[in-house]
């Protein structure tokens, strides 16, 4: 612990020190109080935002007796992405909040991810809103999102997983546009949402690992024979030109438990001269190209460039010992265990991540969404799925052990929460 970087730790301290915290109470009477009462790594984070802000700014709104009630006051800080790190908080059950949309109301949503629609009758996991420590996220408000995007190009690039980020932010502004004044083109590649009197779009590409494969389109079912291709990415890469805010994302495809056969190089050559690679090692060869090819043709004075981290997959109930549970099956609550980590999220690949990015030219703001979701056991779409097109039959339903998907999310959902993290760094 190097308390001895005082003079800067009082600007931007690190968090979790204890010298810290007693200068701070003196400062921060308010926090202080909350410390007595609520747990004490939220209010260590709260205290960093006392010199700048009046900690009681955020109550002003609740009663005196509200506060009591709960033996802590929301001191949280206004969000300001220089500030909050959104990734260390809690999940908070809020009955009376509703989403924007239903996988009814909103006429874009795939089916894969439309969880009601195909059976699923337990709602709660629709009203939980993810509260980070030290701030308040602001709610998604839908118009403010379609005044930042006027005259723009927003363009999520990825997985299945990314399509549904896309997804839920279309779903999340469309309701507000009247019928004949938006669109949706679906391509095998390129999907196009347009908002015409704003002039802009909102886009998904598919790009299961931004870098080339044998397997984009259409999917080789057999990972045993998915080929990557880590240097190339120029096909899907030129497509990507000209947008304003790129969101990408990549890691589920990586994670198939094999050494990934990878090929430098033409295809053309044939795929006798692939390599086999370690996951990690592959990764970082591939996030490379991907990283080279944004530094030398992104203008960062007019593109924005986000990086979604992998969504955390629950296929082993052991990780929050439901011993006798079936992967993501029948869960209805998050878990509550702070700083939660399961076994589906690869450290080492994160790390990755966090290293590319860190030395790139171009700057990439990471939305960090890993740790928020790790919580939401009980947000896939399990059983309330399609596979091939199909939803589910009954039989299948009742074998989770089989058919329950513990990747994707139910929308809405928490992707709806990672817009909301995207549209404040916005
Ligand atoms: C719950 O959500 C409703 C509707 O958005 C909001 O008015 C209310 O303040 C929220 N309650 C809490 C405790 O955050
Ligand atoms: C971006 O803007 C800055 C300041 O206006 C300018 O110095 C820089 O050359 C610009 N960069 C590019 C790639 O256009
Ligand atoms: C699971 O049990 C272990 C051992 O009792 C405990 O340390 C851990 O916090 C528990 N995890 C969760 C998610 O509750
Ligand atoms: C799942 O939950 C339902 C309803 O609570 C219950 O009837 C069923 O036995 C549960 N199934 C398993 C495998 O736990
Ligand atoms: C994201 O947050 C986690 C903690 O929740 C951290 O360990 C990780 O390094 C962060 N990832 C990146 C790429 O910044």
Not at 175 to 182: E, R
Not at 270 to 287: F, N, Q, R, S
Request: charged share 25%.
């Amino acid at each position: 612990m190097s308390v001895a970087s005082s003079p800067s730790a009082s600007m931007k301290p690190p968090r979790g020190k204890l010298p810290l915290f007693t200068i701070t109470i003196v400062i921060c009477s308010f926090a202080f109080l909350a410390l007595l009462y609520a747990d004490t790594s939220r209010s260590f984070f709260n205290l960093k935002s006392c010199p700048r802000r009046p900690a009681a700014k955020k109550s002003k709104d609740k009663t005196a007796g509200d506060n009591l009630k709960g033996f802590e006051m929301d001191d949280r800080f206004e969000f300001d992405p220089e500030e909050c790190t959104v990734n260390t908080g809690k999940w908070a059950f809020n009955k009376s909040l509703k989403p924007f949309y239903t996988d009814r109301s909103c006429p874009y949503l795939d089916r894969q991810v439309s969880c009601v629609k195909n059976g699923r009758r337990d709602s709660d996991y629709q009203h939980w809103e993810w509260q980070p420590d030290d701030c308040t996220l602001p709610r998604f408000n839908p118009k403010l999102a379609l005044k930042k995007l006027r005259g723009k190009r927003l363009m999520f690039v990825g997985d299945s997983l990314q399509r549904g980020q896309w997804q839920s932010f279309v779903c999340m502004v469309e309701w507000i546009i009247p019928d004949d004044k938006k669109s949706l083109k679906r391509g095998d590649f390129l999907s196009v949402f347009r908002a015409k009197e704003y002039d802009a779009t909102i886009e998904f590409y598919w790009a299961p690992y931004l870098i080339e494969s044998n397997t984009d389109q259409p999917i080789i079912g057999d990972p045993k024979k998915r080929i990557l291709k880590v240097d190339s990415v120029e096909k899907h890469a030129k497509n990507w030109g000209g947008v304003d805010i790129l969101v990408f994302n990549t890691y589920v495809w990586w994670m198939s438990g094999l050494r990934l056969k990878t090929l430098w190089g033409s295809f053309a050559n044939g795929a006798e001269g692939y390599e086999e690679l370690d996951t990690p090692v592959a990764y970082k060869i591939g996030l490379k190209t991907w990283a080279n090819w944004a530094d030398s043709n992104i203008n960062p004075n007019k593109t924005r460039v986000f990086f979604t981290t992998m969504s955390p997959t629950h296929t082993r109930s052991e990780d929050w010992n439901n011993t006798k549970g079936i992967k993501c099956f029948n869960e209805t609550k998050p878990v509550m265990k702070k700083r939660y980590w399961g076994s589906g999220s690869d450290k080492k690949m994160m790390s990755v991540v966090a290293s590319i990015v860190g030395k790139m030219n171009v700057p990439v703001t990471i939305l960090n969404i890993t740790q928020l979701s790790e919580y939401r056991i009980d947000a896939h779409t399990s059983v309330y799925t399609e596979t091939e097109g199909k939803v589910l039959t009954d039989k299948e339903k009742a074998d989770p052990l089989h058919h329950a998907d513990c990747i994707h999310w139910c929308l809405p959902g928490v992707p709806d929460t990672w817009n909301q993290i995207l549209l404040a760094y916005l």
